[in-house]
């Protein structure tokens, strides 16, 4: 019998040094892989095809198809790491069929709810400059709720007009800094609280204790200020990065340059955000092909 906590332990270090992902990434491959293998009891060395068929099975009445995509990402990166490390020959997941899933189609807010929401902040005191800043960079400059939490005063360039992102893996990213967010950001600077330790020093967002402001707090300030803003749907801090992309690609974006700017390694990533109304596109495609009606009466 492999030893299974020793496995997750070399797995998670070879997940974060090696293939550069994420905290949250890390944490939730390791948490499906151990569930996988608390619910069947299974060794990692023996798991064969129909055991994780099995298991998806059994799970699928608590699992969306969506979920249990991801959890088969998670088994197929472990056992494909099991093979690196000559503990398997095979990876049992190649055999499995994913689960079909429709196309997630993420909550967008229109420009109009963007303006509600940016406008219901308080700004007569610090919190209030921090809050506006944090809902206009993550608008603006369509940053993850990670990437807003871990954002340096060093990496923002008030004057040149851009921010520079540290995103997943610790790839770094240059994004468009406009003036809205710019004039928020600086406000914001303005009446900082100090820092509650020397390494919080360039750290942006600080919470009311001096101390860098959670992923958590982002959240409930965001379901927050939409309450206040009279915006009744299902949002969260990633929802203004759907809308920026969203609002983006409507308004004429070249679709590489939002790939570049969300720090999408996929462009396949980035197109979901092409969703605009199809009268819209139908218009668009209708008046430039060669073979529309208007184009075919000049022949």
């Known amino acids: 019998m492999t030893d299974l906590a020793l496995l997750l332990k070399d797995y998670a270090y070879y997940l974060r040094m090696e293939r550069k992902m994420s905290p949250n990434t890390v944490e939730a491959y390791g948490r499906d892989v151990a569930v996988f293998f608390r619910v069947t009891e299974a060794d990692a060395a023996t798991v064969a095809s129909a055991d994780i068929e099995g298991y ?41 069929d994913r689960p079909k899933q429709g196309r997630y189609l993420p909550e967008v807010l229109s420009v109009e709810e963007v303006d509600a929401i940016m406008q219901s902040v308080d700004l007569h005191g610090w919190q209030g400059l921090r809050d506006r800043a944090i809902l206009e960079v993550l608008y603006g400059c369509g940053l993850r709720v990670s990437e807003v939490c871990g954002l340096l005063i060093s990496h923002v360039y008030l004057q040149e007009g851009f921010v520079r992102v540290v995103g997943k893996g ?74 920026f992309a969203t609002h983006l690609i409507e308004n004429g974006a070249d679709l590489r340059v939002v790939q570049e700017m969300l720090g999408h390694e996929s462009i396949l990533t980035t197109e979901i955000y092409t969703h605009i109304d199809s009268a819209a596109w139908q218009a668009e495609v209708l008046e430039h092909h060669p073979r529309s009606s208007s184009a075919s009466a000049l022949l």
Not at 88 to 96: E, F, G, H
Not at 207 to 224: A, D, E, Q, Y
């Open 56 to 96: 998806l099975g059994k799970r699928s009445d608590l699992l969306s198809a969506r979920s249990q995509s991801r959890v088969l990402s998670a088994l197929s990166s472990f056992f494909d790491w099991l093979i690196l490390e000559g503990l398997r020959k095979d990876n049992p997941c190649d055999k499995v």
């Open 170 to 243: 610790d790839k770094e990213r240059l994004v468009p800094l406009g003036g809205m967010a710019a004039d928020a950001f600086a406000d914001y600077l303005a009446l900082r609280p100090d820092p509650a330790a020397p390494s919080f020093s360039d750290i942006a967002f600080l919470n009311r204790f001096g101390n860098p402001l959670s992923r958590i707090s982002v959240f409930n300030m965001v379901k927050k200020q939409a309450m206040v803003a009279g915006v009744s749907k299902e949002i969260s801090p990633h929802t203004f990065r759907h809308s």
